[in-house]
């Protein structure tokens, strides 16, 4: 990222502060992201997965024998991330018709907060289409109230309070036993999410997020930032008031050959969450362990990047304790701001459909996305979208 964009983003971020503590009241204070939510085929099978080749560990389940009649929910955890993996039992159900239209994917980007009635009143107020009234549940550990607002395409959030709950998840669930329990990787918070939108329609989601949520815009790349030879996109990074929630918006751009956003769109069949950037204080170790448990991730850049990185890092280079040539054996790539750098890499996507893949994200005091390796990211994006026949 240039220094100038850099100065740009810290500058957006002091004034959303600032627009927060001094002017009016946040309208959403937001704690933190509570669970992440995936529909899927078969989620018995998708937690297999998610626990031997992500380190994901074993923590709740809904379902037939906890009183659940329609659904089945495993909920896995590594240190702060939640992930719920939900299927149908039936066919008349709103989660089975995700799944046929979608494939498998992620439907609720869950957000904690200390109100959830309020959550709720105020981003219906603010024009957000409702997907669940704030709603009461219970059971001998306490009770929770969630409730729910459309975001971009199917996807929805989920406003969780639970401060008057300390049982596993939430009501209904049980915790989950397994004695199949893999070794964490390392994995330790969400650091982002990115949906992905249609032609034309990141600013709509920009003034959506800043009108409804309270959000600004942190970050801006534009498709003369964000190109290769053969295709482009743009993207606005939007931040709540603390910072903790970031939700980057991809849009496809015209280049010469298809956006790999295009790809996305016309394999989830509309706008949905491209990926789940995944935040660890030891990349080198998380990824090793990742490749052997055989997690692919997209191919490594050529030598010349690697070789341009001491220039690339400039005065960061002194207080980087990672060797280039093991981030290299890897293929993990490194980008830095004015403040710091950060080490990065993306999987191939973990579904048949091209769709959805995870990041992995180690940041050495670097507040930015990586913008220095978007020409090298989207190019190794491109030679899998060749192979695939869609670029
Ligand atoms: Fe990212």
Aim: glycine residues 8%.
């Amino acid at each position: 990222m240039s220094l100038e964009n850099t100065k740009k983003a810290v500058k957006n971020v002091e004034y959303g502060l600032e627009k927060i503590f001094e002017g009016a009241q946040d309208f959403l204070p937001l704690l933190g992201t509570d669970y992440v939510e995936f529909y899927v085929g078969n989620a018995k099978q998708a937690a297999h997965f998610y626990k031997t080749a992500f380190g994901f560990q074993s923590y709740a389940y809904a379902g037939l024998e906890t009183g659940m009649k329609d659904r089945v929910s495993y909920v896995l955890k590594q240190d702060k991330i939640r992930l719920v993996l939900t299927t149908a039992l039936r066919s008349d159900s709103p989660i089975g018709e995700h799944v046929k239209k979608h494939g498998d994917g992620v439907k609720v980007i869950a957000l904690w907060v200390d109100d959830a009635t309020s959550a709720w009143e105020e981003t219906t107020k603010r024009g957000a289409v409702s997907f669940m009234e704030p709603t009461l549940e219970k059971d001998e550990h306490g009770e929770v109230v969630r409730s729910g607002i459309y975001t971009y395409g199917e996807t929805v959030h989920v406003f969780v309070e639970r401060k008057n709950y300390n049982g596993i998840f939430l009501p209904g669930f049980e915790t989950w036993e397994s004695d199949y329990n893999p070794e964490p990787v390392g994995l330790k918070f969400i650091d982002h999410m990115v949906g992905n939108v249609g032609w034309g329609e990141m600013n709509t989601w920009v003034k959506w997020y800043e009108d409804v949520m309270g959000f600004v815009n942190f970050l801006s790349f534009d498709d003369n930032q964000i190109h290769t030879e053969y295709s482009a996109l743009m993207s606005k990074v939007m931040s709540n008031g603390n910072g903790r929630i970031k939700f980057p918006i991809n849009e496809p751009a015209v280049g010469k050959k298809r956006s790999q956003i295009e790809e996305y769109i016309d394999f989830y069949e509309g706008p949905g969450a491209q990926h789940i950037a995944v935040a660890t204080d030891d990349i080198i170790n998380a990824v090793t362990q990742l490749r052997a448990r055989g997690v692919e991730f997209l191919s490594a850049p050529p030598q010349s990047y690697y070789d341009e990185i001491p220039a690339r890092l400039g005065v960061h280079m002194e207080m980087m304790k990672e060797d280039i040539k093991v981030l290299q054996s890897l293929s993990i790539m490194i980008d830095a701001d004015e403040e710091g750098y950060l080490l990065q890499i993306f999987t191939k996507p973990v579904e048949d459909r091209p769709t959805l893949f995870f990041e992995i994200i180690q940041r050495m005091g670097a507040r930015g996305f990586g913008a220095g390796n978007f020409k090298a990211l989207f190019e190794s994006i491109e030679r899998e979208q060749a192979k695939r026949g869609t670029l």
